[in-house]
């Protein structure tokens, strides 16, 4: 994906966000196995959040994530389907992962790794949407995410995925954490948080 920041460039320009959506922070990550996004404002009726990420372990594949809401470990169960590389759709159960210290919503598939049959600099792209963050109700969340390799290699790791989770917890929403499944992110992993105003 050489050119994986036109999506985000046309998003902050406006061309799709308009003046329902509100930036509210950009996380470049260089280094490192986990990211926080601390302090997120009340004053929002949903979050969409728009990860680009690459993980530099070697064996190849896609790499998943734990996705934490509130530091908190439990409660959380999810529904996957997938299509990756040469297999056929696949539908998984998913409840909570615990990677490098963050265990919450394992999110699949959301990094591209390194290997030899991944093109250089090509990164994962998902999306996640949260409704309703900051009610006292259970928390639902959805998920899309596509890896590429740029690869016609049968080991590459292209492949698309939706997950709709639940985290069963009336406490607003105030930071989410992530925890990469295996090696470091690579630079420039990046995490853009938006606000969706209800008017």
């Given at each position: ?7 985000y ?42 990860v ?92 899309d995410?596509?890896?590429?390799a ?12 939706f ?26 992993s ?10």
């Open positions: 994906m050489g050119n994986r920041n036109n999506l460039s046309l998003w902050n320009s406006g061309g799709i966000m308009a003046n329902t959506y509100v930036h509210i922070s950009s996380t470049t990550v260089t280094s490192g196995t986990t990211v926080s996004l601390t302090s997120i404002p009340q004053t929002y009726t949903d979050l969409l959040l728009l680009s990420a690459r993980s530099d372990y070697t064996g190849g594949g896609a790499v998943s994530m734990a996705m934490s809401f509130n530091s908190n470990a439990s409660s959380y169960t999810s529904k996957s389907i997938q299509y990756y590389g040469p297999s056929s759709v696949v539908s998984n159960n998913d409840t909570t992962a615990t990677y490098n210290g963050i265990t919450g919503a394992q999110a699949r598939a959301m990094a591209t790794g390194v290997s030899p049959v991944t093109t250089v600099s090509t990164f994962g792209s998902s999306s996640i949407y949260i409704p309703n963050y900051t009610s006292s109700n259970y928390k639902s969340y959805s998920v995410t596509v890896t590429e740029n690869s016609a290699a049968s080991n590459s790791p292209h492949g698309i995925l997950a709709a989770g639940l985290w069963s917890n009336t406490a607003a929403i105030t930071s989410i954490d992530f925890g990469i499944e295996v090696g470091d992110f690579v630079s420039p990046t995490f853009y948080l938006y606000g969706i105003k209800n008017s």
